[in-house]
């Protein structure tokens, strides 16, 4: 929607601050404004955002949690991968169940954190377009969600063509069998299009051909969650606290997480230092408008803390062996 608005700001030149009001006819002469005048358009938006949903969970309605809300912060992303959102692709095949791109990896982010600490609590990711009925056209979506608070760790279901590419390393550590060599080529990993050629290069032997590129920050990570691959990675600046706050709530309530890359890059293991996860009160120093929330180092997000120190460890060798051939 904030997209929406801008460019209607810009076209009648008219400052519209969108919002949702006391009624619904309110609303609609509200989007009448921002929609040049399309009553239709207008009241049907309006009704689905004034309407009532009720939403229960088995998992959920059988607890009782008291979390303070004066400790709460909230980052959402309305729309994740936007410009898949405006191409509106339907027909993109899937890579053993990950979509490269296409309606399918947009996603509405929604992620709690603790205000003081900075530890993401609560998060919600809600796949609109996962299906499509070919009859009615309409499409049929999905929605996953974590809390992590003290003692209490749950995490919704997870459908049943989740898990796909990620069970034979989580069997092989779980076997224990102690060398390094054997794990190669047995993790899985999904990327950006952008990510760095040393990172794909390092990748490519520590995954062989099981890197996936994918669009969409909140995608990549919720394929992560479903446990389509093992890894999460990116190597630049330009993911933000709204990016990855729904999804790493989510991994911390399965036992995953999401870290900082460059900062696990540089630490030594062998100090003992805990994992550098990523948090989500402070601004970046030195930073201005937007950049204050970008999570600076890159991130990797995953499903097992043991699986991810395996991972730095051949990541960071194979890293090594790229620099010295390049």
């Not at 997870?158 to 060398?179: E, R, V």
Request: glycine share 8%; proline share 4%.
């Amino acid at each position: 929607m904030s997209l929406l608005m801008l460019w209607f700001v810009f076209t009648l030149g008219e400052k519209i601050i969108l919002r949702l009001c006391p009624t619904e006819e309110e609303t609609v002469e509200l989007l009448s404004k921002v929609l040049n005048g399309n009553k239709l358009a207008s009241e049907a938006l309006a009704k689905v955002v004034h309407q009532d949903v009720a939403f229960t969970d088995p998992t959920l309605d059988s607890m009782e949690i008291n979390i303070p809300q004066d400790i709460l912060g909230i980052w959402v992303d309305p729309i994740d991968s936007t410009y898949q959102y405006i191409k509106g692709s339907s027909d993109i095949e899937s890579n053993q169940g990950i979509f490269p791109s296409g309606l399918q990896c947009v996603t509405i982010l929604i992620g709690v954190y603790d205000i003081q600490t900075g530890v993401p609590l609560m998060g919600v990711i809600n796949q609109p377009f996962v299906s499509q009925d070919l009859n009615t056209l309409r499409w049929k979506g999905q929605c996953y969600w974590g809390l992590s608070y003290m003692e209490t760790q749950i995490y919704s279901p997870q459908p049943p063509n989740s898990k796909k590419y990620s069970s034979d390393a989580q069997s092989q550590l779980t076997a224990n069998t102690g060398s390094e060599a054997e794990f190669s080529c047995l993790f899985s990993a999904v990327i950006s299009t952008s990510e760095k050629e040393t990172i794909k290069a390092a990748l490519s032997r520590v995954c062989g051909e099981r890197v996936f590129s994918a669009a969409g920050a909140g995608y990549k990570s919720l394929c992560v969650v479903q446990g389509l691959v093992d890894i999460y990675i990116f190597s630049e600046d330009t993911t933000f606290k709204w990016d990855s706050c729904a999804a790493h709530a989510i991994l911390r309530a399965m036992g995953g997480g999401m870290v900082d890359l460059k900062e696990c890059l540089e630490r030594n293991p062998e100090a003992g230092l805990d994992l550098p996860q990523l948090v989500y009160h402070m601004e970046n120093e030195g930073a201005t408008g937007v950049d204050r929330w970008a999570n600076k180092g890159g991130l990797i997000a995953y499903r097992s803390r043991k699986q991810l120190e395996m991972f730095l460890s051949l990541l960071i060798q194979n890293l090594a062996a790229v620099d010295t051939h390049t």
